[in-house]
């Protein structure tokens, strides 16, 4: 069953998330995504995560697909003009990619190219609606294509965000929706009280919410993120368990299949599991929720 089929017949969507290399050897890629084949619905492949230089969302959703693994790509504002975005969506149709997700991207300077220029020629809801025309038969400048792209759209949406930010971030949502959009992902999840909170500002009727579990590494980890990002928020007994633990991946991986349980009691449609280089470890958290 295709993730577009999963989402629309309600049963609950297991994604995972798999970094492309920072280099042409897909062979450790390709490994542990065979590890999972058949255990998750789609591999999310991000485009330059943290604005750090790696081969492309593109490249890594080609490859994947060739070995019969089922995609997800991104399609990012930060770096590409009109033109070459257009280009990649429509090479990624061809491809056969069946889904694809739209984001701004982050900001450049946290990245390992901080001198890089900045594109971010379209904003995220003008990325969105070129999707739509692409599927429609026409570019941005209203010509017609020979061959129209078909897509299952995702995005993503600040899970953490409060006061002021949340009123922007549900008014962006109406907009998003309003361009097809079929599931969103949101920033990682720990704080399932806070989330509980958020989601009551949004019909899941009108759109699959996909909530991002991130597999901490570490107590330390766990606090530099709480400290410094803010949509994300970490409670001080999941890093204080941590620390305690006498075997802390353990304790990790059972943290994360532990909040996969609780969102799948929320009635959520799915999650995205996060590895961030440990993405051998995906068949071990899998194993620990269940699924």
Request: overall charge negative; glycine content about 8%.
């Amino acid at each position: 069953m295709s993730l577009e089929a999963k989402i629309e017949s309600g049963e609950f969507v297991v994604l995972g998330e798999f970094e492309p290399p920072k280099g042409a050897d897909f062979s450790y890629l390709l490994n542990n995504a065979r590890q999972i084949k058949g255990r998750v619905d789609a591999l999310v492949v991000p485009e330059m995560g943290n604005a750090v230089m790696k081969a492309s969302s593109l490249g890594g959703c080609a490859f994947l697909q060739l070995h019969g693994i089922e995609t997800v790509f991104q399609v990012c504002c930060r770096d590409r003009n009109r033109l070459a975005l257009q280009a990649d969506i429509l090479s990624a149709g061809a491809l056969g990619i069946l889904n694809l997700m739209a984001i701004s991207g982050e900001d450049i300077t946290y990245g390992d190219h901080p001198q890089a220029r900045l594109v971010n020629d379209v904003d995220l809801i003008q990325l969105l609606e070129t999707i739509q025309k692409l599927q429609n038969g026409k570019d941005m400048a209203g010509v017609e294509l020979s061959g129209t792209p078909k897509f299952c759209i995702g995005s993503t949406i600040n899970a953490g965000a409060l006061g002021g930010v949340l009123d922007i971030e549900m008014e962006n949502l109406e907009k998003i929706i309003d361009t097809g959009v079929k599931f969103l992902i949101t920033t990682p999840v720990f704080d399932l009280h806070r989330f509980q909170q958020f989601i009551k500002h949004i019909d899941t009727s009108k759109v699959a919410i996909i909530p991002t579990v991130l597999l901490l590494k570490s107590a330390g980890m766990a606090r530099y993120i709480d400290r410094n990002i803010k949509s994300i928020s970490i409670p001080k007994e999941i890093i204080r368990d941590i620390q305690k633990a006498p075997d802390k991946l353990k304790q990790c991986i059972q943290l994360t299949a532990e909040i996969i349980g609780h969102l799948k009691e929320m009635g959520m449609a799915g999650v995205m599991i996060s590895t961030i280089g440990w993405e051998d470890k995906l068949p071990q958290v899998l194993d620990a929720a269940k699924l």
